[in-house]
């Protein structure tokens, strides 16, 4: 059984080895640690954990700016997959974002994670013609 809940400080440990194993992500804005110390500063009750016999499955971040919702950090861990976790987090992040009134959801996905694309695609995402664009502050 599956558990999604509010992430808590007590979870922090255990998020940063389930990122270092999920994701692999060099780049000094991805580090771990400072992404969940920028996002609990923020405080917007948006951040999640799954939680299966005390040990955090999967994590997800949603974001909300008051015009369009996002999704971020969805990572199940690789024992934990195909079992309907990473759903019930998206699930449990989208319902966030409707009580908050949110009207759209978007989220990034690297173009050759095509096992990611597809589970998206499942759950009711679309890829849409856009162009993403960044600038790296470090």
């Not at 692999?24 to 009750?45: C, Q």
């Not at 849409?128 to 600038?135: D, H």
Request: net charge neutral; with cysteine; hydrophobic share 40%.
């Amino acid at each position: 059984m599956v558990e999604i809940r509010t992430y808590t400080e007590g979870d922090f440990e255990n998020v940063v080895a389930l990122w270092v194993k999920c994701f692999s992500y060099p780049a000094p804005h991805n580090n771990p640690e400072k992404a969940i110390h920028r996002k609990v500063a923020i405080n917007d009750g948006l951040f999640f954990i799954a939680v299966s016999r005390e040990e955090v499955t999967g994590t997800i971040m949603a974001g909300w700016d008051g015009h369009r919702g996002w999704i971020y950090s969805l990572a199940v861990d690789p024992g934990h997959r195909m079992q309907g976790t990473g759903k019930k987090l998206v699930n449990h992040a989208i319902e966030e974002l409707r009580k908050r009134d949110c009207p759209k959801v978007n989220l990034q996905v690297m173009p050759e994670n095509t096992e990611v694309v597809g589970f998206y695609k499942k759950l009711g995402f679309a890829a849409e013609e856009r162009l993403s664009m960044g600038q790296k502050l470090y």
